[in-house]
């Protein structure tokens, strides 16, 4: 059983900002649950009860369409170095669209990167520390180029198409609010 808390205290701050992969995990009423690892300098700590993270475009979109029906969003640390530490902020998020008034401001919290597809403004409920004493090892041998690239391919005209495409519906057929009907 691990430790709660009602919001990030500095030390689990500083345990994020260690980290170079992340985790989340949303579901719908019904249907799959998503958990999906998440990297590229995509996350910012805005204060104990809120977390703001990019989502960059991919080939699903699960995340938005299932806050579109329940609320509920969890994201999760772990430890693969030295110090074993499991860490979750369980809360809800706001979803943000490139075409939402308040994207640009958001935005701004990140370097510019081509492929941007969503903001999730997360509001944090509970915290929870484990112990991760069965997380093994593993070294950071740095951050894939590969999404950036296939971005840079695809051009700024292209990956809209891309989102229509492809990032419409989630795994269940329910939608994922990319495109503004």
């Given at each position: 059983m691990g430790t709660q808390y009602d919001s990030l205290s500095?030390?689990?701050?500083?345990?994020?900002g260690e980290q170079h992969l992340f985790f989340t995990g949303t579901a719908g009423a019904s249907g799959k649950v998503n958990i999906s690892p998440k990297g590229m300098d995509s996350l910012r700590v805005m204060g104990p009860n809120r977390?703001?993270?990019?989502?960059?475009?991919?080939s699903g979109n699960e995340t938005a369409g299932h806050l579109a029906q329940v609320n509920r969003m969890t994201l999760m640390w772990c430890s693969f170095t030295k110090r074993p530490m499991i860490l979750r902020a369980y809360g809800t998020a706001r979803t943000l669209h490139p075409r939402d008034?308040?994207?640009a401001e958001m935005a701004a919290h990140f370097p510019d990167q081509l492929g941007m597809r969503q903001i999730y403004d997360m509001q944090i409920d509970m915290v929870q520390k484990s112990c991760g004493y069965?997380?093994?090892?593993?070294?950071?041998?740095?951050?894939?180029?590969?999404?950036?690239h296939w971005a840079e391919d695809k051009g700024a005209e292209g990956i809209p198409a891309y989102w229509t495409e492809r990032n419409t519906q989630t795994l269940d057929g329910a939608p994922t609010g990319i495109v503004e009907e």
């Open positions: 500095d030390q689990h701050i500083a345990f994020i977390i703001l993270w990019r989502n960059f475009t991919g008034a308040d994207w069965a997380v093994p090892f593993f070294d950071h041998a740095g951050d894939r180029d590969t999404l950036k």
